[in-house]
């Protein structure tokens, strides 16, 4: 099963992501960190979501790109990838990143988590509304980002929105 989690900054994704996993993953469950902890202010995001998942029968791998590659110590009841919009930022502009392959190598990596477990939790982020003008860097990140999310909602079981801390089914089981 694969299950897309989308949401702005703050809105609960994260939390109601963790909630969907564990529903359906009743022993094994891995949270896969995407974020590279650079600053104060990433250390503090990656302690708050260390503390969320506290006591929730989670093993943890932090794995910034590269996905396809990922070695996993055995088959996982779920899988939770957090987050995408971390992952594309990170195979386009760090140095050792896919580059102008990231959507691919993306697409690839995804696929690769999903032959290891029963139930794939993706969380995006929603940037795509607020209309100010950007440089084209970012303008092509959005873009991809944007394009992601076509194919996984696509392929996806279910989609969710978190707006607020409210989740809204978009695709898929519409009892939350």
């Not at 140095?95 to 690769?112: Q, R, V």
């Not at 303008?139 to 707006?163: K, P, W």
Request: charged share 20%; with cysteine.
């Amino acid at each position: 099963m694969l299950i897309l989690v989308t949401g702005g900054a703050a809105s609960g994704k994260s939390e109601h992501a963790e909630r969907l996993l564990c529903e359906r993953a009743a022993r094994s469950r891995l949270y896969m960190a995407t974020m590279q902890p650079f600053g104060a202010a990433a250390q503090a995001r990656i302690a708050r979501h260390r503390a969320l998942r506290a006591g929730k029968g989670f093993d943890t791998v932090e794995r910034p790109l590269g996905l396809a590659g990922l070695t996993l110590p055995h088959q996982y009841d779920g899988i939770l990838l957090e987050d995408l919009g971390n992952l594309l930022a990170n195979e386009l502009f760090a140095p050792e990143g896919a580059k102008d392959a990231a959507f691919g190598s993306i697409l690839a990596g995804i696929a690769h988590l999903q032959d290891c477990c029963e139930t794939l939790v993706i969380v995006s982020n929603e940037i795509f509304a607020d209309g100010l003008p950007y440089a084209p860097e970012t303008v092509g990140y959005a873009a991809q980002l944007g394009r992601l999310h076509t194919v996984l909602a696509g392929r996806a079981d279910a989609v969710y929105e978190s707006v607020c801390g409210i989740l809204l089914p978009v695709k898929g089981e519409h009892t939350v």
